[in-house]
């Protein structure tokens, strides 16, 4: 008996309701990205593995799916090499190259190779899919999509301003009112990092503190000891796990903490910026919040760091996160090239849509009419009304076969279509059709010669 087939953890089959479902996210997506005045670009799937390589921080690079050598690559490790049973320098001879783990540094590779061609400031989106080494979970796989929105070429505050825009918009769009849009600053945290005598330990520092919400603050501390922050300066920053209050509260607070910190005063002047700006632009639904303890585990960004959380008490991971990276074209020899960028976690924000029932019922509906086939000469008769129904732009079908009625109605009610068409002997006659609506159970008769009026009734 054959095996029975299967895929890998982490990864996912579609269904044609699903991959409708999917695509109406992107369409929202794609159109609010459009409206910013964003433009698509594409990179491989693939990418040489010094591209991305180092970019991520240790924990990210092991999340990094790399890609073995073609040929009989194992021939190329010399003997000492292979008995060492140490991945670190075996990988280096028998994989060159990895599927991309994020959209960003990708998109960063992209600007250095084709900044002669490029108008700064330039804007892209990307849709695409990424793949990470990750442990699967719910609303986390090894294969998913990010759509990203970045801006590069330009060091103006008021980019992070149009980008919490574009998170409203779009989540407003999508239905889901009242997403949090969490912000905190690179800056803010290397001076806390300072203040607290651990400027040495910054990337351990917000790598850990990253981690609150999954681990606790005694996790927290206990990843901290390790890593050799000392307990006198994670005394100094407990306040923050535990920060609350409005947004000028923790703003005052952080100006207090950070007064003899440079850094972290530059980091608390952007903050502010960004949240008077929006007080006076406004948003649509969505909330914007001060997270001192938000840190994001990617050692690239160096400002302004957003997370969106999901509405409605919903359990679930971040659903967008993004933030200011000012030298990330400098790791390809592209100096003083500063960006920032967004990205919508499209599978997480299906799960979340799904569980709270937000998609519109005419997504899964990808055909309006289905004929019914009732022989020969009827379904000819059906196939010249599909015909101008299609150029009109309306989805339609015939049944392939003059099966039992109730076969064909249940065909029609399986695939969730709105309307069927019957042309049985009596409408040939009669040069006529009757449409039945699904949803109503109520029908009614056109002529042939009356087609349009029947288009401009759906």
Request: net charge neutral; with cysteine; proline share 3%.
């Amino acid at each position: 008996m054959a095996q029975k087939p299967s895929i890998p953890k982490g990864t996912r089959d579609f269904s044609p309701s699903e991959v409708g479902k999917r695509n109406y996210i992107f369409n929202i997506v794609k159109k609010h990205f459009k409206t910013f005045g964003f433009q698509p670009i594409e990179t491989p799937s693939f990418e040489n593995s010094d591209t991305l390589l180092g970019k991520y921080g240790d924990e990210g690079d092991r999340l990094i799916f790399k890609i073995l050598n073609s040929g009989d690559f194992i021939s190329k490790v010399d003997d000492v090499t292979y008995s060492s049973k140490n991945s670190s320098t075996i990988a280096p001879k028998i994989t060159e190259k990895a599927l991309r783990y994020d959209l960003t540094v990708p998109f960063a590779r992209y600007v250095v190779m084709h900044q002669n061609e490029i108008d700064f400031p330039f804007k892209r989106y990307q849709i695409q899919p990424v793949w990470r080494a990750d442990r699967p979970q719910k609303g986390r796989f090894r294969e998913f999509y990010q759509c990203d929105a970045d801006v590069v070429g330009s060091k103006s505050l008021l980019q992070e301003v149009e980008l919490v825009q574009l998170y409203d918009a779009i989540f407003s769009d999508l239905g889901l009112v009242g997403t949090t849009i969490k912000l905190n600053n690179r800056k803010v945290l290397a001076g806390i990092a300072e203040v607290i005598g651990a400027k040495h330990l910054l990337v351990d520092f917000t790598i850990a503190l990253d981690k609150l919400d999954k681990i606790g603050k005694d996790g927290v501390v206990t990843e901290m000891l390790n890593k050799g922050i000392s307990e006198a300066a994670i005394e100094k920053a407990s306040p923050l796990f535990s920060l609350s209050g409005s947004n000028s509260d923790q703003l005052a607070m952080l100006r207090r903490l950070l007064s003899d910190s440079e850094v972290g005063s530059k980091g608390v002047e952007e903050l502010e910026f960004i949240l008077n700006s929006i007080v006076e632009l406004g948003l649509q639904s969505a909330q914007l919040t001060i997270d001192v303890t938000l840190a994001r585990g990617l050692n690239y960004y160096t400002g302004a760091i957003f997370e969106v959380a999901a509405p409605n008490g919903v359990q679930m991971g971040s659903i967008g996160g993004g933030g200011r990276y000012d030298d990330l074209t400098g790791i390809f020899g592209l100096k003083d090239v500063s960006g920032v960028g967004i990205s919508f976690g499209l599978d997480r924000i299906y799960l979340v849509l799904d569980e709270l029932n937000l998609f519109p019922k005419t997504v899964e509906q990808d055909v309006q009419v289905l004929c019914v086939n009732f022989g020969e000469q009827e379904a000819m008769a059906s196939i010249k009304l599909i015909t101008q129904l299609r150029k009109a732009g309306v989805a339609s079908d015939l049944y392939p076969t003059s099966a039992k009625m109730q076969k064909q109605m249940k065909y029609a009610n399986n695939r969730k279509i709105p309307y069927v068409i019957l042309i049985g002997a009596q409408e040939l006659e009669a040069n006529s059709f009757v449409v039945k609506n699904m949803n109503k159970g109520s029908q009614a008769t056109f002529q042939f010669t009356e087609i349009s009026d029947f288009i401009n009734s759906l």
